[in-house]
């Protein structure tokens, strides 16, 4: 059984090109921007820093004997235009095909989807 250790959760708004995300807790809000527009970050720059932390940090684990961490993920997303339950699955289901985020981790890390409050797959 795995044992978690913590969870972070955020909100996003308006997606990668004009949005807004913000931490549960607060201490990370930013706004999101195309590459090269100015005035905000992108998901690439985010997954760049994450990545970059996270292997510094695996860096002091590897002369350790716990080295057992791992990652999951849960989208829990909300679609308000989308009323018919199995539609909004299907477009969820989509775009986790698409995502480069999703290619990037499938096979690797466990994700969970959430449509509308109902679970995809």
Avoid: W
């Amino acid at each position: 059984m795995v044992k978690v250790v913590y969870t972070a959760e955020a909100t996003v708004t308006g997606g990668r090109e004009h949005g807004h995300g913000k931490s549960s807790d607060g201490e990370l809000e930013v706004l999101l921007r195309p590459p090269g527009e100015g005035g905000g970050t992108n998901p690439e720059q985010l997954f760049a820093v994450g990545f970059a932390a996270c292997f510094e940090g695996a860096l002091g684990l590897v002369t350790t004997e716990d080295r057992g961490y791992t990652v999951a993920v849960e989208l829990d997303v909300t679609l308000p235009q989308v009323q018919d339950a199995e539609q909004a699955k299907q477009i969820v289901a989509a775009a986790h095909q698409i995502c480069p985020y999703s290619n990037a981790t499938r096979g690797n890390v466990e994700v969970t989807l959430i449509a509308n409050g109902q679970p995809v797959g």
